[in-house]
Every structure is written in structure tokens, then in C-alpha cells.
């Protein structure tokens, strides 16, 4: 299938791209290329196929959905320069 330079430049507009008029020419055979390629593809038999997800089926890992607090609040406050009673203790901000 070859691509005319108003296709081309549409094609351009829609994807965002700025084209040059001296890069519709390549740009042409290059997209017809392509388009040839892809048109081999469905000469191929794949009537006996059955479609594929994954190469390897295999089911994904699921944890339970609990919130928790990971049970880290003793090492997580050993960073902090000051706690309290289980908190972090910073400066007063606001007035």
C-alpha cells in the first residue's frame, strides 16, 4: 500500500509530529514498508491457535487486603530524633 504526502502529513497531525516536506518521501516508503509487513502477517494460518495471555500460565500472587501498621512502629521511631508515646514529636508551626 503506498502512502500519499496528504496521508503522510495527516498521519503526522494526528500523532503530534512535525514532518518536513523532505521527510515524506522516506517517510512514505518506510509507512508502506510497514504496512506490507503486516498485511504477510495475516497470510500466516492460525486457525489451529489458541489465543495466549501469558507464555506461562501461571496465577498471580494475591495478598489479603488488610491495613495494617506492619508491626515496625519500634524500629521506624528509632530513626526519629524525638518520639512520644508511639508518635513522632516535631516542632509547633503554626501559631
Known amino acids: ?51 495466549v495471555t501469558n507464555v506461562v500460565e501461571i496465577a498471580p500472587h494475591q495478598r489479603l487486603d488488610m491495613v495494617n501498621d506492619g508491626n515496625y512502629v519500634n524500629e521506624i521511631l528509632e530513626n526519629a530524633p524525638e518520639s512520644n508515646e508511639g508518635f513522632f514529636v516535631v516542632k509547633k508551626v503554626i501559631e
Do not use: C, G, Y
Open 1 to 51: 500500500m503506498a502512502f500519499d504526502d496528504e496521508t503522510i502529513i495527516r498521519i503526522a497531525r494526528l500523532s503530534r509530529l512535525h514532518i518536513t516536506e523532505s521527510d515524506l518521501e522516506p517517510l512514505s516508503e518506510e509507512l508502506s514498508k510497514i504496512v506490507e509487513w503486516v498485511e504477510q502477517l495475516s497470510e500466516v494460518d492460525t486457525s489451529d491457535v489458541d489465543p
